[in-house]
Nanobody, 124 residues
């Protein structure tokens, strides 16, 4: 099946940049929808970004600051995070599911495979 492994989290200052990586282990990487979600203590799981047949999509709170991309040869999906804010502090999860629709998928319930998460902490 599919396994995902995130990396790149850490402790940074507000205004800094950070790039998260998610390595995909499995077959037919190009046939999967890919996404990033995050969850902070006492908060609900939040959609961050996704790549599907509909292209890239972003949560309102990160538009203009975060960029999702992928490298098919390396089977890796990235999340470039710029102008980080304290409120971006959360555990960030990579998710994937086999592509079966052209619709954008921003609901975590649509994704079958998940990584264990990487912590991003932003301080003032």
């Amino acid at each position: 099946q599919v396994q995902l492994a995130e990396s790149g989290g850490g402790l940074v200052q507000a205004g800094d940049s950070l790039r998260l990586s998610c390595r995909f282990s499995g077959r037919t990487f190009s046939n999967y929808a890919l996404a990033w979600f995050r969850q902070a203590p006492e908060n609900e799981r939040e959609f961050v970004a996704s790549l599907t047949w509909s292209g890239a999509d972003y949560g309102d709170s990160v538009k203009g600051r975060f960029t999702i991309s992928k490298d098919n040869a390396e089977k890796t999906v990235y999340l470039q995070m710029n102008s980080l804010k304290v409120e971006d502090t959360a555990l960030y999860y990579c998710a994937a599911t086999y592509l079966r629709t052209i619709a954008k998928m921003t609901n975590g319930d649509d994704y079958e495979y998940w990584g264990r998460g990487t912590q991003v902490t932003v301080v003032s």
